[in-house]
């Protein structure tokens, strides 16, 4: 079997993280798939992932962590925060989903963003919640957060999309 050694800053020289290559390409695709969940239109999943990835293994191995794949989620969604603050900082206007709807290939993705929430973390708990059925603590424990602010979270989740089906159905009729 195919050992893939992960590249390590100066500080744990010598030390060298060995994972299987199907081990790591199921850590990585699942790892993609919740980025291109948390992480808006215009940002590249693949490209979450690998930031995400740098700078987890700037801090040390993957092994020092109990729980990498939790560490990698949070730090994707830190990295999306961070690309929208930046992105808001230079007065860049949002991708509009007109622009997107032109391509082919995201057009299914279109309907997918609307009946998520706009904030990443919100998104991160609806992906842990539904697709990865997770419990609330075990998400309070990913977002590093409160197991009373993710309930209270879903719970506003909850209403707006309950709002925004009322408001689609009254529009419709």
Sequence with gaps: MNVVELPHNSESAG????????DFAALYSGLRRYAAVVGDLDMDPDDL??????????????????????????????????????????GDARMQIETVADDPASTSMVGVDDLLPEDPTDRAIVWLMAFEDRRSD????ILDMSSSAVRKRTQRIRQRAQRDARGTEEEGS
Excluded: M
């Design 49 to 90: 992932v690998q930031d995400a990835l740098v700078r987890t293994l700037r801090r040390g191995d993957l092994a020092t962590f109990d729980n990498p794949a939790s560490y990698l989620r949070r730090c994707i969604v830190n990295r999306v925060l961070e690309l929208r603050r930046s992105a808001g900082r230079r």
């Design 15 to 22: 030390a060298v993280d060995r994972l299987t290559e199907a």
């Design 138 to 141: 075990e998400i309070a424990a």
